[in-house]
C-alpha cells in the first residue's frame, strides 16, 4: 500500500498541461530545462516566477555528464506534459512537443514529407533529403557558405570568404577526369622540392 503522504508525487493523480516555453537560456543547471506557460494552470503568473520544468528525450537523445547531445527546445515550442506533483502542479514535466500551424519550414514544403530540415534560430541549417532521384544532404552557415551532396554522388561546395586546410600530414588528390583551376589574381606555391611530371605536353603561357 502506498502511504498517503505519497500519494501525490507517485503518479497516482497525474495531470497533464498544453502550454509555450517562455524562457529557455536561464536555467541555472545548464540541462535543457524550460520555462512553460501552462494553460490554465499558470496564466495569472509571472515568466519570472515560474518553475523549472524538465524534459524528457529519446533514447537517440540521451546525454550524461556532459557527453551526448545537447538538449534544446526553442523558446515559443507549444508543449505537452505532466505535473510530477499532481494537483499541486509546482513540477512540470514536458512530454513531448506540439508543431502549430506556422512552425512550417519553407525549405521542406517542397519534397514535404521526404525533405528533413533542421534550422536554428540565426539562420544555420541541414537538410536531408530522400525525394527520389533527387537524394541530397546540405549544411549551410547563416552567412552562406555551404556544402551540397547530390544524388549523383556529386559535391558543390560554396564559400563566401576564406578557405583554409591545414594538414598535418600527406595529402593525396586523384582526378579521374580533367582538373582546372582558376584564379583571379595571384597564386602563391611554396615547396622545398616541386616535381612536374606529364605524360605527353607542358604548356606555359605568360
Known amino acids: ?38 494553460l490554465g494552470v499558470y496564466d495569472n503568473i509571472d515568466d519570472e516566477h515560474l ?7 529519446p533514447v537517440t537523445a540521451g546525454i550524461h555528464k556532459g557527453v551526448g547531445q545537447n538538449l534544446g527546445i526553442v523558446k515559443g515550442t507549444q508543449v ?18 506540439i508543431p502549430k500551424k506556422e512552425d512550417t519550414n519553407s525549405k521542406a514544403l517542397d519534397n514535404y514529407p521526404l525533405n528533413k530540415v533542421y534550422e536554428t534560430e540565426s539562420g544555420h541549417y541541414k537538410e536531408y ?5 533527387k537524394e541530397r544532404i546540405r549544411e ?7 556544402y ?13 570568404k576564406d578557405d583554409i586546410l591545414l594538414v598535418s600530414g600527406d595529402v593525396t588528390i586523384i582526378v579521374q577526369g580533367n582538373a582546372s583551376i582558376s584564379c583571379v589574381n595571384d597564386v602563391t606555391l611554396t ?3 616541386v616535381d612536374i611530371n606529364a605524360s605527353e605536353n607542358i604548356k606555359l603561357n605568360s
Not at 518553475?51 to 528525450?57: H, S
Not at 533529403?129 to 532521384?133: G, I, L, M, V
Not at 549551410?140 to 555551404?146: A, C, E, L, P, R
Open 80 to 97: 505537452f506534459g505532466i505535473f510530477l506533483d499532481g494537483q499541486n502542479s509546482q513540477l512540470p514535466l514536458v512530454l513531448g512537443c
Open 148 to 160: 551540397e551532396l547530390r544524388a549523383d554522388g556529386s559535391r558543390v561546395t560554396v564559400v563566401k
Open 140 to 146: 549551410q552557415h547563416k552567412s552562406g557558405t555551404y
Open 191 to 193: 615547396a622545398k622540392n
Open 51 to 57: 518553475p523549472w520544468a524538465q524534459i524528457t528525450v
Open 1 to 38: 500500500m502506498i502511504p498517503k503522504t505519497y500519494v501525490d508525487f507517485y503518479g497516482d493523480s497525474v495531470r497533464w498541461f498544453v502550454g509555450h516555453v517562455v524562457d529557455v537560456e536561464k536555467d541555472p543547471l545548464k540541462i535543457g530545462r524550460v520555462k512553460v506557460k501552462a
Open 129 to 133: 533529403d530522400d525525394t527520389k532521384d
